[in-house]
């Protein structure tokens, strides 16, 4: 077996322990499992499409070893990561990585989740040690890319993200570097998801998607285990991972530089608003605009935006975006969102319930919001581009800075715990106050629990 980058990753994933992760990774790792948790349970009851999958992972049946989020019904762990990852990314709400481009726990924990509760005996740190490994290498992934694949036709978070939640798994069942190699080339072959979601702006499949990423995350591992011969080479072979994906375009330095030293899901951004990570920027430049000169719906005659090639999504096209039929569709859209912000001076979960959507004042708004695409800004930019409204007062203008929640632009630990009890409050299973502060002491102490199941017991 000759030395190569998928090696290189697999050894990482054997070799790294507790002990050799920063303190200041491991805290930050805590607040995404705590986030991610709180974002879950919020979308047990207003995910779109998640019951659906909820409901056919209950009917399978099985071995009760691995808790449905929000539910508390369990099933075999695959089919608990299948029905956890379509809830973990549904309300787009979860941390993400600015530069990546890819959500690093939104497929990573279900898995470690599912895997961690059926083999009842994994310690919090164990389980940290698992997810820090499977948000880096996710990050590694999205890093390592040159162009956005988007032009090729694939959507690259879910597959990446799948390559998460085996790194995760495989950490936990104790693998080795070949069974892990087994395990990635098993992901492979299941990992996909096509670029055609952001053409249709009926489909829910850019909500749910991470729900195939978790489960293939679980059952390569678990496959690998069992002893199923893979490739060599799945991340960088002549038909693997990149030059599948990227045709080949991509920086290995990016993939393997500090391994093991530095871990990229210490540099994750949190949401301080439930939308695509692309238009926070935006949202935060005209809520502080707004603050700032008390505007007011009809002060505003236009909303123009400036963004990067990759962003142009976001407002394309716009007779769409400035009329969501879907919340998922509706996050995806600058026009919807910089309404909503002008217009309730805030965005929240409540402002993409169905009849929300449809909510003329807001509409309006969105009429009035278009869009320039700058093909010279750079696609990995998390301060890219521009705000240009067209006011009462005179025009104004704001170059996009760090948007909050970035790690140069940190929500406080306060904040994400108020985020997590506003989430945990729309619980499709009403858990008790009480219960949620202990669950909030636990996650952020996970390192002290002997069996990490009992957090997700409790939920």
């Not at 496959?223 to 990149?242: H, M, N, S, T, W």
């Amino acid at each position: 077996m000759a030395t190569s980058e998928s090696l290189a990753l697999a050894r990482n994933i054997v070799d790294i322990h507790y002990d050799d992760i920063p303190r200041s990774v491991l805290d930050i790792t805590k607040k995404s499992i705590l986030d991610a948790l709180g974002v879950t349970l919020a979308a047990s009851s207003l995910g779109e499409g998640c019951k659906q999958f909820i409901d056919l992972a209950i009917a399978q049946g099985g071995k009760r070893e691995s808790t449905i989020i929000g539910f508390g019904a369990k099933v075999p762990a695959p089919l608990a990561a299948f029905a956890n990852g379509s809830m973990a990314h549904s309300l787009d709400f979860e941390d993400a990585h600015d530069a990546a481009l890819v959500h690093p726990n939104a497929a990573t924990l279900p898995a470690a989740l599912a895997v961690a509760e059926s083999l009842g005996n994994v310690t919090g740190k164990e389980f940290l040690t698992a997810v820090v490994l499977g948000s880096d290498l996710v990050c590694r992934l999205g890093l390592a890319l040159n162009e956005d694949l988007l032009k090729y036709g694939w959507y690259m978070p879910p597959i990446l993200g799948a390559f998460g939640a085996t790194a995760a798994a495989s950490k936990l069942l104790r693998l080795n570097e070949r069974q892990i190699l087994d395990a990635f080339s098993l992901t492979l072959c299941q990992a996909t998801c096509s670029a055609e979601l952001t053409h249709s702006t009926h489909s829910i499949i850019r909500s749910i998607r991470d729900a195939f990423s978790a489960q293939a995350g679980v059952l390569s591992a678990l496959l690998a285990r069992k002893g199923v011969a893979g490739f060599d080479q799945p991340i960088e072979g002549k038909a693997g991972l990149f030059s599948m994906y990227a045709r080949g375009n991509y920086d290995p330095a990016k993939l393997v530089d500090n391994l093991g030293k530095t871990f990229e899901g210490g540099n994750v951004s949190f949401k301080p608003w439930p939308s695509c990570r692309g238009t926070h920027s935006y949202i935060d430049a005209l809520l502080q605009v707004v603050d700032k000169h008390d505007l007011k719906p009809d002060d505003v005659e236009v909303i123009k935006v400036i963004v990067s090639p990759v962003n142009k999504m976001l407002c394309h096209p716009p007779e769409i975006k400035r009329n969501p039929a879907t919340a998922i569709d509706a996050k995806f859209s600058l026009p919807f969102v910089l309404a909503v912000a002008l217009t309730r001076r805030r965005v929240s979960l409540d402002d993409f319930a169905p009849q929300e959507l449809r909510n003329r004042d807001v509409l309006a708004v969105a009429q009035r919001v278009c869009c320039d695409v700058d093909a010279s800004l750079d696609t990995k930019g998390a301060s890219q581009g521009a705000l240009q409204l067209s006011t009462t007062l005179g025009a104004i203008t704001r170059k996009m800075q760090l948007a909050y929640g970035h790690p140069q632009n940190p929500i406080s630990q306060e904040a994400l715990v108020a985020k997590f009890l506003d989430c945990a409050g729309h619980s499709a299973r009403r858990i008790p106050r009480e219960r949620l502060d202990e669950l909030i002491r636990s996650i952020l102490s996970v390192e002290e629990l002997e069996n990490v199941a009992q957090i997700v017991e409790a939920l």
